[in-house]
């Protein structure tokens, strides 16, 4: 491929989420994928942005030894409504309660992303804030939406790729791909420091 001919570095997402995947697709440049192990709580005093920007980095050292002449892009990404983190539900009851409890208010979603380049150890991050205003929701439209769409692992527990968008008011974001995982676009200029011109014809 005229990828792997312009650039010898490959590329390794440091994540096991679909939703992260698909999106990494989308640049049309082969990556492996590989699942990192780390610890994800909070610090004390941690803010949103700090904590995003720390896992980011965290992931993709998390691989560092096992893809020692790779560029690695870890992502994280964290949710905030009213000062309170809003984690994975898990389940449809645990869904059920984050919607209700964002019904008419605003949610911030702080979208980190880190290319590690693991032989030198160099990394660079890049953070996207997106800001979610979410229609008032009736019980009956939230219990309907979680029985079609089951977004039981997504922060918010919602899909805004589906059907998740109808119960948005309004959408601020600078990159509608940060809200589902991976900001590409500031993904793609930190690919570019690195060397890599996307697309790579």
Do not use: W
Request: one cysteine or more; glycine letters at 6%.
């Amino acid at each position: 491929m005229e990828f792997q001919a312009s650039f010898n570095k490959r590329l390794v997402l440091a994540s096991s989420s679909q939703y992260r995947q698909q999106l990494l697709s989308k640049l049309g440049i082969p990556f492996e994928t590989a699942s990192p192990c780390i610890d994800e709580t909070a610090r004390t005093g941690e803010s949103p942005v700090q904590l995003s920007i720390r896992l980011a980095e965290e992931k993709a050292r998390a691989l560092q030894l096992l893809f020692p002449s790779h560029l690695i892009i870890g992502s994280d990404q964290v949710a905030f409504l009213e000062g309170v983190q809003l984690c994975k539900p898990g389940n449809h009851e645990r869904t059920v309660e984050q919607l209700r409890a964002t019904s008419g208010k605003t949610v911030a979603f702080f979208t980190s992303v880190c290319v590690l380049e693991s032989a030198t150890g160099e990394a660079l991050t890049e953070t996207d804030k997106t800001i979610v205003q979410f229609r008032p929701l009736s019980e009956t439209k939230i219990e309907r939406y979680v029985l079609l769409e089951r977004p039981f692992d997504c922060a918010g527990g919602f899909k805004s790729e589906g059907l998740g968008i109808a119960l948005f008011e309004k959408l601020e974001t600078t990159d509608p791909n940060a809200l589902i995982g991976l900001p590409l676009i500031k993904l793609v200029g930190l690919l570019e420091k690195f060397g890599l011109e996307i697309p790579c014809a």
